[in-house]
């Protein structure tokens, strides 16, 4: 069975430019989760999805961020517009059991 | 951020010692996760645990649920040189039911031959 696939793997942008990255959930899993993860910070929630529908996006550093989850198979996050300070690896992860996430291999954002 | 303290921050071992790590938490949890993260990769589901005081192994991987619910610990023994990673700490609290995990900062394991 396909993981969790995330696109691009990497991106490399220039500051205020629109970055969007993509996710697929693994098949038949009803909540997907978009962190963040620094040096700094570590591991972060941005927001997260159960049925398509938005549930927590406290996460979400300010209004440059926004995410969507139009159907069961896709979501994106995108940062409109970007800054050197939103350079991170962002991970996707979709859930099947109580409370365990899979992780896709992330996306490697580098904002000059 | 996180709101889980994982120690240690980093160990440095040789290859067939045994490695223990643990996550303590201030809060309750119901669900206590051990991830693995290869260089590059994302984070790749080692063990999960749902009740107080279960003991679960994966291989030469044990990993405990804590009988106060405050913390978990993962024993790695025999390592050998593919151990070589982060190792997060994730755990889901008891009033969430939407499965929204928090995060250990990590222990990065070395393994010298």
């Known amino acids: 069975d396909a993981g969790v696939i995330q696109s691009p793997r990497h991106e490399v942008t220039e500051m205020g430019q629109e970055v969007t990255l993509r996710c697929k959930p693994i098949?038949?899993?009803?909540?997907l989760f978009w962190y963040r993860q620094t040096m700094m910070r570590g591991l972060e929630l941005l927001i997260y999805?159960?049925?398509?529908?938005?549930?927590?996006d406290s996460g979400m550093p300010e209004d440059r961020f926004s995410a969507k989850m139009p159907n069961a198979s896709f979501s994106t996050l995108k940062i409109q517009p970007s800054e050197p300070r939103d350079s991170a690896v962002y991970f996707c992860?979709?859930?099947?059991?109580?409370?365990?996430?899979?992780f896709g291999p992330g996306t490697r954002l580098t904002v000059l | 951020g996180q709101q889980l303290n994982q120690s240690p921050q980093s160990m440095f071992i040789q290859e067939g010692e045994d490695v223990s790590m643990n996550c303590t938490s201030s809060s309750i949890f119901n669900t206590w996760l051990w991830y693995k993260q290869d260089p590059g990769e994302g984070p790749v589901l080692l063990i999960a645990?749902?009740?107080?005081?279960e003991l679960t192994s994966n291989g030469r991987l044990t990993a405990q649920f804590g009988i106060t619910r405050k913390d978990s610990f993962l024993n790695i023994s025999a390592s050998i040189p593919s151990d070589v990673g982060i190792y997060f700490c994730?755990?889901?609290?008891?009033?969430?039911?939407?499965?929204?995990?928090?995060f250990g900062a990590g222990t990065q394991v070395v393994v010298t031959p």
């Open positions: 645990l749902y009740k107080a005081g």
């Open positions: 992860a979709s859930r099947s059991g109580p409370d365990t996430q899979y």
């Open positions: 994730a755990g889901s609290m008891t009033t969430d039911s939407w499965g929204k995990l928090q």
């Open positions: 999805f159960n049925n398509n529908v938005p549930i927590d």
């Open positions: 098949s038949g899993h009803n909540s």
